[in-house]
């Protein structure tokens, strides 16, 4: 495995790269599908690297387990995508992600329909957490169904006193998760029927929101022009910090994730550069 990405990085957890093997598969909500996987190597992941991504690799459909092993060590890369680790359990060498079930038209959500115990895929990661810092006096949360799973992973680390808003955009009323948020966060769950449909209502909701006074943090992740556009709302008008916006597009309507990582850095440059014109910096 060893032309696995693994280059460290300073700040980041150690990475480590697994033939991780499906433990159980089944769906967490209507449309998202937990698996659970182990891989001996799972014992040296910090506990606390629930909400930080990873990458996984998927084999070819009826590739055999050593087929897929050699091709892991040896290239060509297989199909790779990007997820969440919703929960570290290093004690039992387990994992958990939580996929999208978006249906076949992605190789990931379509390996996840039909992931069985024994399955195996490709492991690298961890990446770091997104929020690490609770030094806010307010947080703010946005998500769409893809990044629930890092914004509860961040909404479950805040301490218990913390206050803020969380909002999460989902398929159907069946993707309604129990988070243990704390008490002071609230929590709008909306409902956008149509993922390929783009949606406004994130926005809005956050352009009324009276502005909370002292410091304001963000986890906000989803569809990319969503983000995007939140994005610009809080750097723009509201003024944050550069370093108080996590806002990530995770994916994009009608394009696969390699092509979408192309244009979201372009666009990610422009909007900076944009940004520092109207702020004067
Ligand atoms: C840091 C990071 C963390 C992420 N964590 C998670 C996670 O924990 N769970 C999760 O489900 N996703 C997560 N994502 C998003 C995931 O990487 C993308 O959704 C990815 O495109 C899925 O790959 P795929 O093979 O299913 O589809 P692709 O082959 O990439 O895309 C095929 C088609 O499916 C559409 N599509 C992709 N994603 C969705 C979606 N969510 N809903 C509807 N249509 C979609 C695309 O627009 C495209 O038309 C994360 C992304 C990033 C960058």
């Known amino acids: 495995m060893a032309k696995f990405p693994s280059k460290p990085t300073t700040g980041q957890p150690r990475r480590i790269t697994a033939l991780a093997q499906v433990v159980q598969a089944g769906r967490l909500t209507q449309n998202m599908i937990r698996v659970t996987l182990s891989a001996p190597e799972f014992a040296g992941l910090p506990a606390t690297c629930a909400g930080g991504h990873c990458k996984i690799m998927l084999p070819a459909a009826g590739q055999s387990i050593d087929a897929f092993r050699t091709q892991l060590a040896d290239g060509p890369k297989p199909v790779t995508r ?9 004690e039992t060498r387990e994992i958990d992600i939580d996929f999208v079930a978006h249906g076949d038209d992605g190789p990931a959500s379509a390996w996840a329909a039909r992931a069985r115990a024994g399955d ?6 961890p990446g770091a957490p997104k929020l690490t810092e609770f030094d806010a006096d307010f947080y703010l949360f946005a998500a769409d169904m ?35 948020a704390p008490p002071g966060v609230t929590q709008h769950w909306l409902i956008h029927d149509d993922p390929h449909r783009a949606s406004c209502e994130q926005v809005r909701i956050v352009e009324a929101l009276r502005w909370p006074e ?29 370093r108080d916006v996590y806002a990530s597009g995770y994916w994009r309507i009608g394009l696969a994730e390699d092509e979408h990582q192309k244009v979201k850095r372009a666009e990610a440059e422009a909007d900076e550069a944009r940004l520092s014109q109207v702020n004067g910096g």
Request: a positive charge.
């Open 214 to 242: 002292g410091r304001v943090r963000t986890l906000i992740a989803g569809e990319t022009g969503v983000v995007r556009s939140l994005r610009l709302l809080l750097r723009g008008d509201r003024g944050l910090d550069r």
């Open 82 to 90: 990007t997820y969440t680790i919703r929960n570290a359990r290093p």
């Open 146 to 180: 893809s990044a629930i799973p890092v914004v509860a992973a961040g909404l479950e680390a805040l301490p218990r006193d913390a206050t803020g808003m969380a909002i999460f955009e989902i398929t159907s009323a069946g993707d309604r998760q129990q988070i243990d």
């Open 120 to 125: 195996v895929i490709g492991f690298a990661g």
